[in-house]
T-cell receptor, first 114, second 112 residues
Framework: DAGVIQSPRHEVTEMGQEVTLRCKPI?????LFWYRQTMMRGLELLIYFNNNVPIDDSGMPEDRFSAKMPNASFSTLKIQPSEPRDSAVYFC????????????FGPGTRLTVL | AQKITQTQPGMFVQEKEAVTLDCTYD???????LFWYKQPSSGEMIFLIYQGSYDEQNATEGRYSLNFQKARKSANLVISASQLGDSAMYFCAMREGIDMRFGAGTRLTVKP
């Protein structure tokens, strides 16, 4: 089975541009998570979905960030407008279910905002 | 409040030797899961091993084992017979409820 798929793997953009990151979770997984990893702050949970419904977006840093999950096999994380401090690796992860289920990560998207 | 603590920013081990990476956690929940992930220089996060809070036996996965001491709230990762390919960042994580909290990581370097 395919793991979590993310695209693009690398994104370089200029400040002020809109950036859209994409994720396809593992088929059958009910939970989807978006994380951001930086040297300064480590891995941070941004938002997670259960059965396509956003449950907790308290980790989303600003209104410039938004996430959607229109169906069970696709999610997007959008930054508009992007800023240099948004440069980071963004991971998508999915899990089958509840509290003790393993989260499987995608390969990540390395975002650079110039 | 910091929930996952990895006190070793960096560790070195000789090839073929065993190494222990430390992890302590803080929770008042009875049900939780403990995880270790490996992040090589290529950047992906690779799941290694899982320990449930109610599991009485330490988890093992090949060369990886988790030394779970519930009373001390520690979940150390033991890698036996280290290989050069084990050089990477290692993250301890705890899942209580739905979200997962990660430690700051330990960078392991395996020397030939």
């Amino acid at each position: 089975d395919a793991g979590v798929i993310q695209s693009p793997r690398h994104e370089v953009t200029e400040m002020g541009q809109e950036v859209t990151l994409r994720c396809k979770p593992i088929s059958g997984h009910d939970y989807l998570f978006w994380y951001r990893q930086t040297m300064m702050r480590g891995l941070e949970l941004l938002i997670y979905f259960n059965n396509n419904v956003p449950i907790d977006d308290s980790g989303m840093p600003e209104d410039r960030f938004s996430a959607k999950m229109p169906n069970a096999s696709f999610s997007t994380l959008k930054i508009q407008p992007s800023e240099p401090r948004d440069s980071a690796v963004y991971f998508c992860a999915s899990s089958l279910g509840g509290a003790t289920d393993t989260q499987y990560f995608g390969p990540g998207t390395r975002l650079t905002v110039l | 409040a910091q929930k996952i603590t990895q006190t070793q920013p960096g560790m070195f081990v000789q090839e073929k030797e065993a190494v222990t990476l430390d992890c302590t956690y803080d929770t008042s929940d009875q049900s939780y899961g403990l995880f270790w992930y490996k992040q090589p220089s290529s950047g992906e996060m690779i799941f290694l091993i899982y320990q449930g809070s109610y599991d009485e036996q330490n988890a093992t996965e090949g060369r990886y084992s988790l030394n779970f001491q519930k009373a001390r709230k520690s979940a150390n990762l033991v890698i036996s017979a280290s290989q050069l390919g084990d050089s990477a960042m290692y993250f301890c994580a705890m899942r209580e409820g739905i979200d997962m909290r990660f430690g700051a990581g330990t960078r392991l370097t395996v020397k030939p």
